[in-house]
C-alpha cells in the first residue's frame, strides 16, 4: 500500500500526469507567433481552423497585406510596438514568406465610424484572449465589445458583444488589389469578393464571400479606400472596398454574423453557408472541438509532463492544418474544386498551401501512416494538378509558386503510392513525375526541375551556369530519381525505362569532395568550386552550408559513409557539426538572414534544426551503429528547442514539418528516407503511446522506465520477442503491435551496432 501512494505522490511532484483525455485543451495555438521578420520562433499566427479547412480564421494585427499578420508581442517588421488588432481575417496564408491570398476581414467598432485599419484598430491584452483551434475571444478594449468566432470547412459564425448603444457598427473590409461589396438590407446579408494575392493563380481568381446577419441593420454603407460613400449607394467596385453597416443595441446586446465563402461563384458561397445551418456559436465550437479531439485522439500518451502534452499535442494541430482542401461540395453533392492552375472550375480534389521542399520529409510520411484516408484526397489532388497544368506542384499556394528548388513532389507521390496509398490513374501519376525530372514549368522554375538538361548530361547541376544553389538541386534530384526509380518498379516498368533513374540516385557522389568530406559545388568543366568555405550559407546551397546539406543523401547513407572512408571518419563529421562554434558566412545574402541567427543562439554549434535540411541528420548516428547518439540528441532537441509558448519553435514552423518532427521524435521513431518503408529509431518522450491506425490496429509503445534523465535505449521488445535493429517496418507497423523499451540513463554501446541493424540504404539492397 505505502509503495502505491510512494508512487502516487513521485508522479504528482515530478510533474508526470497520466492518460490524457480531450487532447485539444493542450493545444496552443499562441506557440510560434512571438516572431518577427529578423528572428523567427514558428513565424506562425492562431489558426482558428477544422483540421485541413479550407478557410482559416485569426486576429489581425498586421497591416493589410503583411505577411506578420499577428505578433504575440506586438513588434512588427519595421520595429513598431502595437498591441492592437485591425479585424479578424479569414486567411489561407502558409507562412509570412508566402503571404496569403483570398483574404478579408471583419471588425467590430462603436461611436464613430472608423473603416480605415489604422482608425479602427483596438487596442487588447492577451488576458483577455481565449485561443483554441476551435473557438477564438478577445475584449477590444476601445470599443467595450468582445468578440468570439468559431469556424467549419469553409464557413465561421461570429457573435459580437456590444455595449449599449445607437452606433454600434461592423466594417466589412474586402482590402485592395481589387475587391467588391454589395449590402442587401432587406435580406440582412452583405457579399462581395476580394482578389488580394501574392501569387499563384490565374486572371479570374477570386475568393466571393456572403455575410449573413440574424439581426436588420439600422444603417448600411460601402466604402471605397478611406471615404464612406452616401447611403444610397449600397455597390461598389473598386481598388479598396468595403462595407459598413449599423445597429442599435442594448448592454450585452449580441449581433450574430455567419459568414462563408467560396472560390467558385458568390451561389457557392451561399451553399457553403449551409455548413453552420441555424446552429448557435456554442454548437459549432462543440462540433469543431470534437472534431478536432477526434483527430488528435489518433495518438494518445501517458506519463508525461503537462508542458510536454501542450508541447505533442500542439505540434499534433500544427500537422493537420496544411496542406488544407481547396475543394467544394456542390448543390448535387459533388466534389468539385476552382483550378488555381487553369481558373476552370473541374471535378474532383484539390489541396494546396504546402511547400513539398520542406514537408516531403516527415509531414506526408506521418499523414501515409496516421491519416492514409486524408492523404489518399491528396494525392488525387496531385494528379488532378498534373492534369490541369502539366507539373505536380512543388510549392502551392494556391498554384505554382517560385519558392525552393527540388522535385520533392517525386517523394510524396512514392512514398503514398509505396504504401498502399494508390491514386486511381497511375498513368497519369507515372507520366507526371517522368515529365517532371525532365522538364522544367516555362513561368515557375522552382516547378519541375531547373537545370535537368545540366543534371542528366553531366550527372549534377553546375555552379557557373546561372542557376543559383546549384549543389542542393543535385542533391535533392538524386533522392527524387530514387523515388522515381522505386515507383516505376512497384508499376512494372521495362527497366530500360526505370533504370536511368537508379542510375541518377547516385549523382550525390559527383558532388563529394574527399580532401573535405563535404558536398560542395562544381562547375562545368568539372572542377570543384574554389575557395571552398564549409560555412557559408546560400551560394551552392538553400539556405544553409556544406555543413547541412552534405547529409542530404536521404536514400543511401551507407553510400555517402563509404565516400567519407567508413562509419568513424561519418561520425565524427556527424560529430563535428555539434562541437564546431556557430560560424557562419553570409556574404551571399549580403545580411544574416533569420535561419542563419537562429542557428547562432541555440547554442547546438553549427545543427540549425530551425531549418529543414538538416532535421534528419541526428537519425544518421543509427546508420553507423551508435544509436545512442541518436537517442541523446533527438531527446536533447525536444528538450531545448520546442516549448508550448509564443516562443516555442526554434525557427520556421513551414507547413507543419517542424512539428511533425516533433510528433515522430516523441515517438520514438523518423522516416529519414521516405519510401523506403522504413522508420528510424529514436528516443521515445512519453512513458506510454498509443497510436490508433484508421484500419482498426493500433501500435503501442511501452517505455515505463522514461524519464529526463533516462533517454537511452538498453533493450527493446517487438510483441515480446527481443529486437535490437536501429529501424521499424511500417509494414509490420501498420499490422498492429506492441513494442516495448526498456530505457537507461547510461548508453547501451552494444545494441544496434551489426550490420543487419542498420536501415536500409540503396547501396546494400
Given at each position: 500500500?505505502?509503495?502505491?501512494?510512494?508512487?502516487?505522490?513521485?508522479?504528482?511532484?515530478?510533474?508526470?500526469?497520466?492518460?490524457?483525455?480531450?487532447?485539444?485543451?493542450?493545444?496552443?495555438?499562441?506557440?510560434?507567433?512571438?516572431?518577427?521578420?529578423?528572428?523567427?520562433?514558428?513565424?506562425?499566427?492562431?489558426?482558428?481552423?477544422?483540421?485541413?479547412?479550407?478557410?482559416?480564421?485569426?486576429?489581425?494585427?498586421?497591416?493589410?497585406?503583411?505577411?506578420?499578420?499577428?505578433?504575440?508581442?506586438?513588434?512588427?517588421?519595421?520595429?513598431?510596438?502595437?498591441?492592437?488588432?485591425?479585424?479578424?481575417?479569414?486567411?489561407?496564408?502558409?507562412?509570412?514568406?508566402?503571404?496569403?491570398?483570398?483574404?478579408?476581414?471583419?471588425?467590430?467598432?462603436?461611436?464613430?465610424?472608423?473603416?480605415?485599419?489604422?482608425?479602427?484598430?483596438?487596442?487588447?491584452?492577451?488576458?483577455?484572449?481565449?485561443?483554441?483551434?476551435?473557438?477564438?475571444?478577445?475584449?477590444?478594449?476601445?470599443?467595450?465589445?468582445?468578440?468570439?468566432?468559431?469556424?467549419?470547412?469553409?464557413?465561421?459564425?461570429?457573435?459580437?458583444?456590444?455595449?449599449?448603444?445607437?452606433?454600434?457598427?461592423?466594417?466589412?473590409?474586402?482590402?485592395?488589389?481589387?475587391?467588391?461589396?454589395?449590402?442587401?438590407?432587406?435580406?440582412?446579408?452583405?457579399?462581395?469578393?476580394?482578389?488580394?494575392?501574392?501569387?499563384?493563380?490565374?486572371?479570374?481568381?477570386?475568393?466571393?464571400?456572403?455575410?449573413?446577419?440574424?439581426?436588420?441593420?439600422?444603417?448600411?454603407?460601402?466604402?471605397?479606400?478611406?471615404?464612406?460613400?452616401?447611403?444610397?449607394?449600397?455597390?461598389?467596385?473598386?481598388?479598396?472596398?468595403?462595407?459598413?453597416?449599423?445597429?442599435?443595441?442594448?448592454?450585452?446586446?449580441?449581433?450574430?454574423?455567419?459568414?462563408?465563402?467560396?472560390?467558385?461563384?458568390?451561389?457557392?458561397?451561399?451553399?457553403?453557408?449551409?455548413?453552420?445551418?441555424?446552429?448557435?456559436?456554442?454548437?459549432?465550437?462543440?462540433?469543431?472541438?470534437?472534431?478536432?479531439?477526434?483527430?488528435?485522439?489518433?495518438?494518445?500518451?501517458?506519463?508525461?509532463?503537462?508542458?510536454?502534452?501542450?508541447?505533442?499535442?500542439?505540434?499534433?494541430?500544427?500537422?493537420?492544418?496544411?496542406?488544407?482542401?481547396?475543394?467544394?461540395?456542390?448543390?448535387?453533392?459533388?466534389?468539385?474544386?476552382?483550378?488555381?492552375?487553369?481558373?476552370?472550375?473541374?471535378?474532383?480534389?484539390?489541396?494546396?498551401?504546402?511547400?513539398?521542399?520542406?514537408?516531403?520529409?516527415?509531414?506526408?510520411?506521418?499523414?501515409?501512416?496516421?491519416?492514409?484516408?486524408?492523404?489518399?484526397?491528396?494525392?488525387?489532388?496531385?494528379?488532378?494538378?498534373?492534369?490541369?497544368?502539366?507539373?505536380?506542384?512543388?510549392?502551392?499556394?494556391?498554384?505554382?509558386?517560385?519558392?525552393?528548388?527540388?522535385?520533392?513532389?517525386?517523394?510524396?507521390?512514392?512514398?503514398?503510392?509505396?504504401?498502399?496509398?494508390?491514386?486511381?490513374?497511375?498513368?497519369?501519376?507515372?507520366?507526371?513525375?517522368?515529365?517532371?525530372?525532365?522538364?522544367?514549368?516555362?513561368?515557375?522554375?522552382?516547378?519541375?526541375?531547373?537545370?535537368?538538361?545540366?543534371?542528366?548530361?553531366?550527372?549534377?547541376?553546375?555552379?557557373?551556369?546561372?542557376?543559383?544553389?546549384?549543389?542542393?538541386?543535385?542533391?535533392?534530384?538524386?533522392?527524387?530519381?530514387?523515388?522515381?526509380?522505386?515507383?516505376?518498379?512497384?508499376?512494372?516498368?521495362?527497366?530500360k525505362e526505370i533504370d536511368i533513374y537508379a542510375k541518377r540516385s547516385l549523382?550525390?557522389?559527383?558532388?563529394?569532395?574527399?580532401?573535405?568530406?563535404?558536398?560542395?559545388?562544381?562547375?562545368?568543366?568539372?572542377?570543384f568550386s574554389d575557395p571552398f568555405n564549409p560555412f557559408k550559407w546560400g551560394?551552392?546551397?538553400?539556405?544553409?552550408?556544406?555543413?547541412?546539406?552534405?547529409?542530404?543523401?536521404?536514400?543511401?547513407?551507407?553510400?555517402?559513409?563509404?565516400?567519407?572512408?567508413?562509419?568513424?571518419?561519418?561520425?565524427?563529421?556527424?560529430?563535428?557539426?555539434?562541437?564546431?562554434?556557430?560560424?557562419?558566412?553570409?556574404?551571399?545574402?549580403?545580411?544574416?538572414i533569420h535561419e542563419i541567427r537562429e542557428m547562432q543562439i541555440m547554442n547546438?554549434?553549427?545543427?540549425?534544426?530551425?531549418?529543414?535540411?538538416?532535421?534528419?541528420?541526428?537519425?544518421?548516428?543509427?546508420?553507423?551503429?551508435?544509436?545512442?547518439?541518436?537517442?541523446?540528441?533527438?531527446?536533447?532537441?525536444?528538450?531545448?528547442?520546442?516549448?508550448?509558448?509564443?516562443?516555442?519553435?526554434?525557427?520556421?514552423?513551414?507547413?507543419?514539418?517542424?512539428?511533425?518532427?516533433?510528433?515522430?521524435?516523441?515517438?520514438?521513431?523518423?522516416?529519414?528516407?521516405?519510401?523506403?518503408?522504413?522508420?528510424?529509431?529514436?528516443?521515445?518522450?512519453?512513458?506510454?503511446?498509443?497510436?490508433?491506425?484508421?484500419?482498426?490496429?493500433?501500435?503501442?509503445?511501452?517505455?515505463?522506465?522514461?524519464?529526463?534523465?533516462?533517454?537511452?535505449?538498453?533493450?527493446?521488445?517487438?510483441?515480446?520477442?527481443?529486437?535490437?535493429?536501429?529501424?521499424?517496418?511500417?509494414?509490420?507497423?501498420?499490422?498492429?503491435?506492441?513494442?516495448?523499451?526498456?530505457?537507461?540513463?547510461?548508453?547501451?554501446?552494444?545494441?544496434?551496432?551489426?550490420?543487419?541493424?542498420?536501415?536500409?540504404?540503396?547501396?546494400?539492397?
Open positions: 500500500m505505502y509503495k502505491h501512494l510512494f508512487l502516487i505522490l513521485f508522479l504528482l511532484t515530478s510533474g508526470y500526469i497520466g492518460a490524457v483525455e480531450n487532447p485539444v485543451r493542450y493545444v496552443n495555438p499562441q506557440m510560434g507567433t512571438q516572431s518577427n521578420h529578423a528572428l523567427s520562433t514558428g513565424n506562425l499566427y492562431p489558426a482558428i481552423a477544422r483540421p485541413w479547412g479550407m478557410n482559416c480564421w485569426t486576429p489581425q494585427m498586421g497591416k493589410m497585406g503583411n505577411g506578420w499578420t499577428y505578433t504575440y508581442g506586438g513588434i512588427y517588421p519595421e520595429g513598431t510596438f502595437e498591441q492592437k488588432i485591425k479585424g479578424f481575417k479569414q486567411t489561407h496564408q502558409p507562412s509570412p514568406w508566402i503571404n496569403d491570398y483570398g483574404q478579408f476581414s471583419i471588425m467590430p467598432v462603436t461611436g464613430k465610424k472608423v473603416v480605415d485599419q489604422y482608425e479602427r484598430a483596438s487596442w487588447f491584452s492577451h488576458k483577455a484572449e481565449v485561443t483554441t483551434p476551435y473557438y477564438y475571444s478577445v475584449y477590444l478594449a476601445d470599443y467595450d465589445v468582445t468578440t468570439e468566432f468559431s469556424p467549419t470547412d469553409r464557413a465561421c459564425i461570429f457573435r459580437f458583444t456590444y455595449p449599449e448603444t445607437d452606433s454600434a457598427y461592423l466594417v466589412v473590409d474586402a482590402f485592395d488589389k481589387g475587391s467588391y461589396v454589395k449590402v442587401i438590407p432587406e435580406k440582412n446579408r452583405i457579399v462581395g469578393y476580394s482578389t488580394r494575392n501574392s501569387g499563384g493563380v490565374p486572371s479570374n481568381f477570386k475568393n466571393y464571400f456572403v455575410i449573413q446577419f440574424e439581426q436588420p441593420f439600422l444603417s448600411a454603407e460601402v466604402f471605397s479606400e478611406k471615404r464612406i460613400l452616401k447611403k444610397d449607394t449600397l455597390e461598389m467596385q473598386a481598388n479598396h472596398v468595403g462595407a459598413v453597416v449599423g445597429f442599435k443595441t442594448k448592454r450585452k446586446s449580441q449581433i450574430v454574423a455567419r459568414i462563408a465563402s467560396s472560390f467558385i461563384s458568390p451561389e457557392q458561397a451561399l451553399l457553403n453557408l449551409k455548413e453552420l445551418g441555424d446552429a448557435p456559436l456554442e454548437t459549432i465550437a462543440r462540433q469543431g472541438k470534437d472534431e478536432w479531439n477526434g483527430v488528435l485522439g489518433k495518438i494518445e500518451v501517458q506519463g508525461g509532463t503537462t508542458d510536454e502534452y501542450k508541447t505533442f499535442y500542439t505540434c499534433l494541430y500544427r500537422s493537420l492544418l496544411f496542406p488544407r482542401k481547396f475543394f467544394e461540395i456542390d448543390a448535387s453533392g459533388k466534389t468539385v474544386h476552382y483550378s488555381p492552375y487553369n481558373g476552370q472550375v473541374l471535378p474532383g480534389f484539390m489541396y494546396t498551401d504546402t511547400g513539398f521542399w520542406d514537408t516531403f520529409r516527415c509531414l506526408f510520411p506521418f499523414l501515409n501512416l496516421m491519416y492514409p484516408s486524408v492523404n489518399a484526397q491528396i494525392q488525387e489532388g496531385l494528379i488532378n494538378t498534373y492534369k490541369e497544368s502539366g507539373f505536380f506542384p512543388e510549392w502551392a499556394s494556391p498554384g505554382h509558386r517560385g519558392c525552393m528548388v527540388g522535385n520533392n513532389s517525386a517523394s510524396v507521390l512514392a512514398d503514398a503510392f509505396l504504401q498502399g496509398i494508390r491514386v486511381q490513374d497511375t498513368e497519369a501519376l507515372w507520366k507526371g513525375l517522368i515529365n517532371g525530372a525532365n522538364a522544367v514549368h516555362p513561368k515557375v522554375s522552382s516547378t519541375g526541375r531547373l537545370g535537368y538538361d545540366y543534371y542528366n548530361k553531366l550527372g549534377y547541376v553546375p555552379c557557373n551556369v546561372k542557376i543559383n544553389e546549384s549543389a542542393a538541386r543535385t542533391l535533392e534530384y538524386a533522392y527524387d530519381d530514387w523515388c522515381i526509380y522505386q515507383v516505376g518498379k512497384a508499376l512494372g516498368k521495362p527497366s549523382n550525390y557522389k559527383n558532388l563529394f569532395r574527399k580532401e573535405y568530406n563535404l558536398m560542395c559545388g562544381k562547375k562545368e568543366n568539372g572542377q551560394g551552392d546551397f538553400t539556405e544553409g552550408n556544406a555543413l547541412h546539406y552534405t547529409w542530404s543523401v536521404f536514400h543511401d547513407p551507407q553510400g555517402l559513409i563509404e565516400l567519407m572512408g567508413g562509419k568513424t571518419p561519418f561520425i565524427n563529421m556527424l560529430d563535428t557539426v555539434f562541437a564546431l562554434p556557430p560560424i557562419f558566412d553570409d556574404s551571399y545574402y549580403g545580411s544574416t547546438m554549434g553549427n545543427y540549425a534544426h530551425g531549418n529543414q535540411p538538416i532535421q534528419h541528420m541526428i537519425y544518421l548516428y543509427d546508420y553507423a551503429g551508435e544509436p545512442w547518439k541518436t537517442q541523446f540528441r533527438v531527446r536533447d532537441v525536444m528538450r531545448r528547442l520546442y516549448s508550448p509558448t509564443p516562443d516555442g519553435y526554434c525557427g520556421d514552423e513551414d507547413n507543419g514539418q517542424t512539428s511533425a518532427w516533433y510528433v515522430f521524435s516523441a515517438l520514438g521513431f523518423y522516416p529519414v528516407c521516405p519510401g523506403s518503408g522504413q522508420y528510424v529509431v529514436g528516443s521515445p518522450l512519453f512513458k506510454k503511446a498509443i497510436l490508433h491506425l484508421e484500419n482498426g490496429r493500433q501500435i503501442t509503445i511501452d517505455a515505463p522506465d522514461n524519464s529526463e534523465q533516462n533517454v537511452y535505449i538498453e533493450s527493446m521488445q517487438i510483441d515480446g520477442k527481443p529486437y535490437a535493429k536501429n529501424y521499424f517496418s511500417i509494414a509490420e507497423m501498420k499490422k498492429g503491435l506492441t513494442i516495448d523499451i526498456r530505457m537507461s540513463a547510461q548508453p547501451n554501446k552494444q545494441r544496434g551496432i551489426c550490420k543487419e541493424d542498420l536501415p536500409y540504404s540503396f547501396s546494400y539492397r
